[in-house]
């Protein structure tokens, strides 16, 4: 099975992960969570250039990266493990893609599914968990996180989270329409809720679609 966590930067999808690979190793289930960028050794150094604040990168080198390092992922990792029949928790996939390079930075939504298509040979996640908050909430988070005041927007920041307010909205919106248009695939929940109810929420979902 393969499950996939998207949202914006600050959602809390690492918490929510890491209570899921608990629950799920405790029931016994043999897991691998891995994160894109990354989850090889060249795709984590292509996470480093994405990331790194020092320098800039075009909206099409950023896509091409990004799906570089994926389709490093898919065929070094996911499509082993999963044909011996791990789960695999993957912390963002390529509604990532859609959503941040195609509605953020408004690359063509056809071009762009495309590119998808070659990077990822055509797997496709089981069930999506979408943490849904706010992008002025999501940003309060990562600032309390550093501890850096509001007023120094950018400090402490990687090159993604550099992208502005205005950025994250259009994200936002790109993931609400993404679900609109997988809604069999997405799990919306309200990501401002306690940890412990969110992470409820989702092991009854899993439960609900893929009874045991
Ligand atoms: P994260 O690991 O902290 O979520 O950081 C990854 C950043 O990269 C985050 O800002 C989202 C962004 N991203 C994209 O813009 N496109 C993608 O396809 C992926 C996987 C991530």
């Known amino acids: 099975m393969l499950i996939s966590f998207e949202g914006i930067d600050g959602a809390g999808k690492s918490t929510q992960i890491q209570k899921l690979v608990t629950s799920m190793t405790s029931e016994g289930v ?24 020092s320098h800039k990168i075009s909206p099409i080198g ?17 499509v082993p493990a999963l044909a011996s029949g791990k789960t695999v928790i993957l912390d963002r996939f390529y509604d990532s893609t859609t959503a941040y390079q195609g ?3 408004g690359i063509n939504l056809d071009l762009l599914q495309s590119i998808i ?4 040979c055509a797997v ?3 069930i999506t968990f979408y943490l849904d908050i706010e992008p002025e909430e999501a940003l309060k ?28 909205r259009k994200v936002q919106q790109g993931y609400r329409e993404i679900m ?14 306690p940890t412990g109810v969110i992470h409820f929420q989702i092991m009854e979902s899993l439960k609900a679609r893929f009874p045991v």
């Not at 609109?180 to 309200?190: D, G, K, L, T, Y």
């Open 124 to 126: 496709t996640p089981d």
């Open 180 to 193: 609109r248009q997988n809604s069999e695939r997405f799990v919306s929940i309200n990501a401002l809720q």
């Open 30 to 53: 043999d897991v691998v969570t891995l994160r894109e960028p990354g989850g090889t050794p060249a795709a984590e150094k292509i996470r480093l250039i994405l990331l790194e604040n």
């Open 141 to 168: 988070r990562k600032f309390a996180k550093t501890s850096i005041p509001l007023e120094f927007e950018g400090e402490g920041l990687d090159r993604m989270e550099r992208s502005g307010i205005e950025f994250y």
């Open 117 to 120: 298509s070659i990077s990822t």
């Open 62 to 78: 950023e896509l091409l990266l990004f799906s570089a390092s994926r389709a490093e992922l898919v065929q070094e990792v996911i």
């Open 103 to 105: 509605y953020g930075r």
